[in-house]
């Protein structure tokens, strides 16, 4: 029985093209597919036959729902945190290799794109959303943060709408995603296939895109920009649910959506929502690398923690969807130990170095 690979890395034309292939599991990333991307990235940089690359996602369904999370629990939870940390260092090794990629790089996103297939899109110069593509970072639901880069990504955006997604785990489509900049062209699922063969045949990457760029229209949050603004501008989760609670309360336009975000977040874990707000904080001061490095500090004390563990238990493993934080309430987080997640960790630079 042929097994078939999980990532196909083939040369076409004047591409090189990465497919991400596990549509079974929605083509989420594990660190086998890591260590195959990374080095073939490497010698693409250095390849003149070479002058763009393309990745996408095998199927209809996903471009890649995430990193491997349950296989993650599991080394976890059978004492070998070690080895799962090694997953993510290697994979913020590689995000960081995507941020500084010296040719054109072309994310082809039709589908879902959460977590890890974040880190694989959002650092490179060209993402491109097709019909399907349905982004979200929803690791507060499940006790970790959004990292992959999110910590430099994410504050970026405009008027909040970084906070406000990585506080509530919103799914937004492809012309939310193009008005804040996490997609820079929108192009109908139908053309996608046009696209990469005039992507293949050569030619200006900038020309070819906007040859089958269409305007997606205004999106689904267009008239609740100010009010997000506003809201999640706000310098504390608390400051921010008190006014989501106060926009709730005084009914308006916004007074059900108001309610409902703040219904959703008080159900996140409470120290992730903390963590979320300390990165979006420090991001955007920080280049990718340096996000990548805090985010790795942080990680080591989340798989060291305890409500990692506990939302995946309650969204994948039992799926009852009642996880037990500890903390369970915001008041009850401590700013001393959120500050300590982002304290150095031994040998961090060398972990994080390009040829690590």
């Not at 913020?92 to 995507?98: C, E, K, R, S, T």
Request: net charge negative; aromatic share 8%.
């Amino acid at each position: 029985m042929t097994t078939e690979p999980e990532v196909l890395l083939e040369e076409k034309g004047a591409a090189g093209i990465i497919t991400l292939n596990r549509p079974k599991a929605l083509n989420a990333l594990n660190l086998a597919m890591v260590r195959e991307i990374l080095p073939r990235l490497r010698a693409w940089a250095n390849d003149p036959a070479v002058t763009r690359v393309i990745i996408k996602g095998a199927g209809e369904k996903a471009f890649c729902a995430g990193g491997d999370v349950r296989s993650i629990y599991d080394l976890g939870r059978a004492g070998r945190a070690e080895e799962a940390l090694g997953f993510f260092r290697e994979e913020y090794v590689l995000n960081d290799y995507i941020g500084s990629f010296p040719k054109p790089y072309v994310a082809l996103i039709d589908g879902i794109c959460m977590g890890g297939g974040f880190g694989l899109s959002a650092h490179g110069a060209h993402r491109v959303a097709g019909d399907r593509y349905l982004f979200a970072m929803p690791e507060v639901n499940i006790g970790l943060f959004p990292d992959v880069g999110g910590t430099h990504v994410l504050p970026r955006l405009p008027g909040a709408f970084g906070v406000f997604l990585a506080l509530t785990g919103t799914r937004i489509r492809a012309a939310e995603a193009y008005a804040c900049g996490l997609a820079t062209d929108v192009v109908p699922s139908s053309a996608f296939p046009a696209l990469e063969d005039a992507l293949v045949a050569g030619g200006d990457v900038e020309q070819i895109l906007a040859d089958h760029r269409i305007d997606p229209g205004p999106g689904a949050f267009a008239d609740r920009t100010d009010f997000i603004a506003d809201a999640f501008g706000r310098p504390e989760v608390s400051a921010i649910l008190a006014a989501l609670d106060e926009a709730a309360a005084a009914g308006g336009p916004h007074g059900e959506f108001a309610a409902a975000t703040a219904r959703e977040m008080r159900l996140r874990s409470p120290t992730s929502l903390c963590i979320a707000m300390e990165q979006m904080r420090r991001g955007g001061a920080l280049d990718l690398g340096a996000c990548l490095k805090l985010e790795l500090r942080v990680v080591t004390r989340v798989m060291a923690g305890h409500d990692f563990y506990e939302g995946v238990r309650a969204v994948l493993v039992d799926r009852d969807n009642a996880p037990k934080w500890q903390p369970s309430k915001l008041d009850e987080v401590d700013s001393a130990v959120i500050a300590a997640h982002f304290d150095p960790i031994p040998n961090e630079l060398e972990l994080l170095a390009p040829g690590a």
